[in-house]
């Protein structure tokens, strides 16, 4: 019987210092796709020594770049990535053996272990965080949202054992640069579903995050990069308000 193929999925902008491990860590896969947004760095030239399945197109929005690159994929699965990803050896066991009975499930979360500054972060609600990743082809699609898109599966949904390692941010500075972007983004599509903007949020969003996050989640039991993380994300939802409110007094004037 035919061993059901399986095809990883990559977008990429001006990823060069994280794809790399990305993609050796998948190198094992029966096909490799990067769809590349027209990278001004070696992005193109490192997915190129894996794989000849390099598209490069202009940026559309992440959930319509993921769903195009779902669109090129061959395999009877799909594992989607992003390029500051890794799967760790266990996890790539662990889609072996689905591969292998093919299912029983048409989707699968895998736990994301999230790397901060070198460190495993094990609290403040980012330990598993469980992410949908793996799902046979056609029954998944990307939601079109700006940002944190997330995927929806037509079929059961299980779990894999193993983690998917996410070295998200180096350090603090990488960070906020990635936290002004995507508060942006966040902020146009709160404006555009037409929630209103109250002075709390300015406040009471902010402190219920970090408080979540330190307090509540278990942050503090990771020490100094938990509190980092629970101010980090605080501040995140404090300039999402910002913005969203500025786009909206723009808009009444």
Request: contains cysteine.
């Amino acid at each position: 019987m035919t061993h059901p193929r399986l095809s990883v999925v990559v977008v990429t902008l001006n990823e060069e210092e994280r794809l790399r491990s990305c993609l050796e860590s998948v190198a094992w896969a029966d096909e490799l796709i990067v769809v590349d947004a027209e990278s001004q760095d070696k992005t193109v030239q490192i997915a190129r020594e894996f794989t000849d399945r390099v598209i490069v197109r202009p940026w559309p929005g992440f959930a319509a770049q993921k769903n195009f690159g779902l669109a090129q994929a061959g395999g009877d699965w799909l594992l989607s990535l992003d390029a500051d990803e890794e799967v760790s050896p266990d996890l790539r066991d662990a889609i072996g053996r689905v591969l292998t009975a093919d299912g029983p499930h048409d989707g699968y979360r895998a736990p994301r272990r999230n790397i901060f500054g070198g460190r495993w972060i094990r609290h403040g609600g980012l330990w598993p965080d469980w992410q949908l990743r793996l799902f046979r082809r056609g029954l998944a699609r990307f939601g079109e949202r700006a940002v944190h898109e997330s995927v929806t599966v037509t079929g059961s949904v299980g779990r894999l054992e193993g983690p998917l390692v996410h070295r998200s941010y180096r350090d603090a500075s990488d960070f906020l640069a990635r936290a002004d972007r995507y508060s942006t983004l966040a902020a146009e599509e709160w404006v555009r579903a037409g929630a209103r903007v109250r002075a709390s949020d300015l406040v009471l969003r902010p402190l219920g995050r970090f408080l979540s996050m330190y307090l509540f989640k278990g942050g503090w039991l990771d020490g100094r990069p938990g509190f980092l993380l629970a101010a980090l994300y605080a501040y995140y939802v404090f300039i999402r308000s910002v913005k969203a409110w500025e786009l909206k007094e723009r808009e009444s004037h």
